[in-house]
T-cell receptor
């Protein structure tokens, strides 16, 4: 079985500042890793994914994440945030050839002007 | 690519009533998933279809819940004798292969009076 821990429930940050949203996972098998973003009353939109290869993954809207197998982490970063980045962010894993995503509880990113 | 479509977007019903939700996946996607998201939590897996076959069900899917995908295209999720605890956002997702990310619809928000 897999589990995901998002270490911060809320992260406040000023506009144009850098941000890191933390994600740790647990799994007895190899996994794929994902970050999704959810705006109010909407579904989830994929930001980026790690399947294999380079551990630094670049996604949409200037976000990137780094897979660290030894620390079982997949932290999301952005060097300079905008007001429009205010949303809830979910880290998720799925087992290789698995049929479901396992999500963390989410981190609300609040960007202040 | 018109995206995953869910109907209705909102459903308000009295406790004890039956409700049915519909999901139309991206047309070429043969994998379809249902998730439930309660306030302040990440989505939780309910069930998975490959074409018309329901291949995995979560323990969250009690006997009051039934999902179908009769022709391998759209899917329905029915909840019988609704309870207060069923209030949640019900999300549908689809994907082409196990390695490809799941694409989510905007969800159906169910409120039980």
């Amino acid at each position: 079985a897999q589990s995901v821990t998002q270490l911060d429930s809320q992260v406040p940050v000023f506009e144009e500042a850098p941000v890191e949203l933390r994600c740790n996972y647990s799994s007895s098998v190899s996994v794929y890793l994902f970050w999704y973003v959810q705006y109010p009353n909407q579904g989830l939109q994929l930001l980026l994914k790690y399947l294999s290869g380079s551990t630094l993954v670049k996604g949409i809207n200037g976000f990137e994440a780094e897979f660290n197998k030894s620390q079982t982490s997949f932290h999301l970063r952005k060097p300079s945030v905008h007001i429009s980045d205010t949303a809830e962010y979910f880290c998720a894993v799925s087992a290789f050839y698995g049929n479901k995503l396992v999500f963390g509880a989410g981190t609300i990113l609040r960007v202040k002007s | 690519d018109t995206g995953v479509s869910q109907d209705p977007r909102h459903k308000i019903t009295k406790r004890g009533q039956n409700v049915t939700f519909r999901c139309d996946p991206i047309s070429e996607h043969n994998r379809l998933y249902w998730y439930r998201q309660t306030l302040g939590q990440g989505p939780e897996f309910l069930t998975y279809f490959q074409n018309e076959a329901q291949l995995e069900k979560s323990r969250l899917l009690s006997d009051r819940f039934s999902a179908e995908r009769p022709k391998g295209s759209f899917s329905t999720l029915e909840i019988q004798r609704t309870e207060q605890g069923d209030s949640a956002m019900y999300l549908c997702a689809s994907s082409l292969t196990v390695e490809e990310p799941q694409h989510f619809g905007d969800g159906t928000r169910l409120s039980i009076l």
